[in-house]
């Protein structure tokens, strides 16, 4: 079988797709709040975009608006939500896709609920805390919205 063709083959075989949601809340200083994966959770101390799994036949973001309620406290609206960009990428056993939307509005203060550590940073600043390696490719549209 020729090489080229083995290798097509190979990339379209079908794989676990996991669709995500993730929002970057922009605080009045233009920081962006990101979570720390708590110990006993996969990627445990890598840093993240708060967010999560969506549940069966649930839209992004319905399951945003749920998400930071359980995991920060806070209510938002879908109106408060503008898709800014998304991720794309292949993990050993299944494929994530995540759209990232920002957030500037919403009620409450942002607390720990699920035991993960939070920090509010500048873009330009992101780099600096290691994150998941889908996380890393939604810095730059960041830094172009917000500056450094």
């Known amino acids: 079988m020729d090489s080229k063709l083995q290798e097509t083959s190979d990339e379209t075989k079908a794989v676990k797709m996991l669709l995500v949601v993730a929002v970057a809340l922009v605080d009045q200083d233009n920081r962006i709040l990101i979570a720390q994966r708590p110990e006993g959770k996969n990627l445990a101390g890598l840093w993240e975009f708060p967010g999560g799994k969506l549940e069966v036949g649930e839209r992004p973001e319905a399951g945003l608006i749920r998400e930071l309620y359980e995991e920060l406290g806070i209510q938002t609206w879908e109106s408060c939500l503008a898709p800014l960009t998304f991720a794309s990428h292949a993990y050993d056993d299944f494929h994530l896709l995540m759209p990232l ?7 409450g203060i942002p607390q720990s609920k699920e035991g993960q550590a939070l920090k509010w940073v500048r873009a330009g600043k992101l780099r600096d805390y290691p994150m998941p390696p889908a996380d890393i490719p939604l810095i730059p549209p960041l830094i172009d919205l ?3």
Do not use: A, D
């Not at 939307?101 to 009620?107: A, G, S, T």
């Open 101 to 107: 939307y920002i957030c500037r509005r919403w009620e």
């Open 146 to 148: 917000l500056g450094v």
